[in-house]
């Protein structure tokens, strides 16, 4: 090739042009959908494994796009996160959910929500002062919010995560570890962050059918025994997964063999329904 094709090639790529051009047009969108209130919180029920009862749920973040209806946070979390629009996405599932559990306790008193946060939420210098906020505005009782965070999350700053954790947990808001057993090292980590509950993560949910698998999941329920955490199984997707993981003693679970994530309508019915039983 000649050197000024190559000058041209950078001055003018009509592939990546257009590829940069989408971005930009998505990014707006992104923008746009917060202003006009496109999200929607989903609620997937948390339930106690003896007795199936659901005892709280799980927030998690849709895009109802006016276009193309409804998307899963894997569609626009990252990007979300790249342009710094987590901090004010994620706090406004806070408070939305926050409000939403607490209508929810006339209905089930004790009620409990869980919300994740993000890696720049974490890093937020005004987080502990807008959750506290929150709870003071929506009337929630601290002890029924359980914060989420991964590893990952966690990790970008291990020193200030476990100030910040500590922080919050003086609120009276407890702490879950999410997709636990995923990292790299886990152990190390558990003795450092102030955390409450660890939500084991659906692979060694999933892998209890194969040789072995039940005994992997055993070891990571037994670690959660040792560290005197919470467990909540993820990912229990049939009634084999779920009577295993009573067997070993695993308090709670979550998954679509009880139920998917729901709009908050639905929620309320499904709580109505528990209350008639
Ligand atoms: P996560 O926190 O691990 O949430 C659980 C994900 O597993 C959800 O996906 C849920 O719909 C899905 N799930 C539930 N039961 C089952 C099952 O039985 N089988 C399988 N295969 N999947 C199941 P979703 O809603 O698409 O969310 C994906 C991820 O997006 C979440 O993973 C979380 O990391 C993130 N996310 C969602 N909402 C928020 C939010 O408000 N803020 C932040 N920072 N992250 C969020
Ligand atoms: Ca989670
Ligand atoms: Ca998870
Ligand atoms: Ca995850």
Redesign the pocket.
Known sequence: AKAEGKGVARRFDPTQFAAAEQRRREEADLCRALDDGEFE??Y?PIVDLDGERTVGV?????WNHRERGML???AF?DMA?TLGL?PR??GW??EE?CRQAAVWQAQAPGFELN?????S?LGNPALIDEVRAVLERTGLPPALLVL???ES?ALVDLIESARVLGALKQLGVRIAL??FGTGFSSLSHLGTLPVDVV?I??SF??AMQESNGASVAEAVLQIARTFRLAPVA????DATQASRLRELDCAQA?????A??MPAVDLTALLTRQAAL
Request: glycine share 6%; aromatic share 6%; charged share 25%.
């Open positions: 919180v989903y997937q799980e927030a998690l973040v849709r899963p946070p894997a979390l996160e987590l996405l994620g599932v806070l959910a919300v994740n946060l993000s890696a939420q989420e965070l991964t999350v999410d997709d939500k993560d659906k949910v999933q993820e990912g229990v997707e979550q998954g679509y063999h009880f998917r994530p």
